[in-house]
């Protein structure tokens, strides 16, 4: 059909659009001046309100080696653009990494799954978000490229503050691992949010296996946070409502302590049950 | 740039710029205003339509992104002049009532019945949760979707 062109009709301020097709052509093009498309569920809404002008919008959704979901080698490994979708029908998912499961079901709904990524929900770094709590319970590593190497960092160190992560402009987050769990390992998930598929308030995620207590917390404060004192309790034979208590101790909102603390409860007790 | 798209089975062809949303394309580029355009930022589901059988957000893609994919929007539900079963029941439970959401809502929940044909209420309950409706609430909603969906499991019935 010719004339097809909504002329004038644009919301974003103006960038320049590249989509390379691989890994290596994308890192050539990341710099301070761009910004990386991947699902578009949150920098599209931004660039819509002109809340972010990059000048550069390097679009990875062509990049096919960056989708994939296996565990061919003992961790589960994701491919930073595998859709959150992929990751809740993933059958391996769901059977060895259950909470990732759990988490992905209430990152905001069907119609942002289905283009949501995984590694668009960690590099966003939103301290309200599921994921990255989840993976921080999980002990994940992230793998990220840029043309001059590579390196892995844990989510203590990769999450720095809210939408503020230790990825450089050149670097491109291309891989998310999760180790394997132990035999016997149970997890448990729970959030607030005041209509399924909103933004949640704040929630909590947590693995309990014989030798390993996970914890981590949504919500909760500018990264998603490891409960490391509840965590402790709880191997050290603690019920789950004192864990808990101890999970939100030092919030200091009355409201959101009150809140975590039964949320942790509830995950807690999930992941004994 | 130059993109192309097939939208309910007909190719559309068009210059855009790389900032162009999706949204804006099939509504002004394609002039297929079935999709309506409520909040662009992702929340409300008015502009859901299908992209390769899933459902998306149109304002939250950029129309250069679905250059040689496949849509599917409102307009292309009822195929033959009769309306598609959840549009029929849409307008018998008065699940609408300025309308200006139904497209959203037709096009999230066309494909999560065709996911989940045995879905039960909560579960629709939560499906719906991504679509917002100003007016009509919501029970004719949920209604039309049961009424519909009881229909499509009846007519996947082998007679």
């Known amino acids: 059909m010719a004339g ?53 919008v390097v679009d990875i959704n062509g990049i096919g080696e960056l989708d994939y979901i296996s565990a061919d080698d003992g961790p589960l490994r994701i491919g930073a653009m595998t859709r959150q979708v ?15 499961h759990k988490a992905v079901r209430f990152v905001g709904h069907a119609q942002i799954r289905s283009r949501g990524t995984v590694g668009g929900s960690v590099a966003h770094a939103d301290p309200a978000a599921e994921l990255p709590a989840a993976l921080t319970a999980l002990d994940a590593r992230f793998h990220l490229r ?16 809210p939408l503020y992560t230790a990825r450089e ?35 909590a995620a947590a693995v309990v296996a014989p030798g390993r207590v996970g914890i981590a917390l949504l919500g909760a404060g500018p990264v998603p946070a490891r409960a490391a004192a509840a965590e402790r309790a709880l191997a050290g ?9 101890l999970a939100a101790r ?23 049950a | 740039m130059r993109m192309s798209v097939e939208i309910n089975g007909r190719d559309y062809e068009g210059d855009v710029e790389p900032r162009t949303l999706l949204s804006d394309f099939i509504r002004h580029g394609a002039g297929l205003t079935g999709t309506k355009v409520g909040c662009e930022q992702g929340v409300c589901g008015a502009c859901t339509v299908q992209l390769d059988g899933e459902p998306v957000r149109s304002c939250l ?31 018998e439970a008065h699940a609408l009532q300025c309308g200006f959401c139904t497209a959203g809502f037709l096009m999230s929940m066309e494909a999560f019945l065709r996911q989940h044909p045995d879905a039960g209420e909560e579960e629709l309950r939560e499906a719906l949760a991504g679509n917002l409706c100003r007016c009509t609430g919501y029970l004719g909603i949920i209604e039309a979707v049961e009424d519909a969906a009881r229909e499509l499991r009846g007519a996947d019935r082998p007679a």
């Not at chain 1, 840029?146 to 503050?161: K, M, Y």
């Not at chain 1, 034979?237 to 208590?245: D, I, K, L, Q």
């Not at chain 2, 950029?62 to 849409?90: I, K, W, Y």
């Open chain 1, 4 to 56: 097809a062109s909504g002329r004038g009709l644009v919301k974003p301020a103006p960038f320049a659009y590249q989509a390379p097709a691989t890994v290596d052509e994308a890192l050539r093009l990341l710099g301070a001046d761009s910004a990386v498309l991947a699902g578009g569920q949150s920098l599209v809404p931004l660039l819509n309100l002109r809340l972010a002008r990059p000048e550069r």
């Open chain 1, 86 to 100: 992929a990751l809740e029908r993933s059958e391996l998912v769901h059977r060895r990494w259950p909470l990732l």
């Open chain 1, 146 to 161: 840029s043309s001059g190497g590579a390196r892995t960092v844990g989510p203590s160190e990769f999450f720095l503050g």
């Open chain 1, 169 to 203: 402009p050149d670097e491109l987050l291309v891989e998310i691992e999760v180790p394997e769990q132990p035999e016997g390992s149970r997890s448990g998930f729970a959030e607030h949010a005041r209509t399924h598929g909103d933004f949640a308030t704040a929630g």
């Open chain 1, 237 to 245: 034979g603690a019920e789950p409502r004192e864990a808990a208590a």
């Open chain 1, 250 to 272: 030092d919030i200091e909102d009355e409201h959101r302590r009150a809140l975590l603390t039964e949320l942790a409860r509830r995950a807690i007790e999930e992941a004994m």
């Open chain 2, 61 to 91: 893609m950029l129309a250069v992104q679905a250059n040689g994919r496949a849509l599917r929007t409102v307009e292309g539900l009822s195929g033959d002049g009769a309306l598609h079963p959840l549009q029929r029941a849409f307008h």
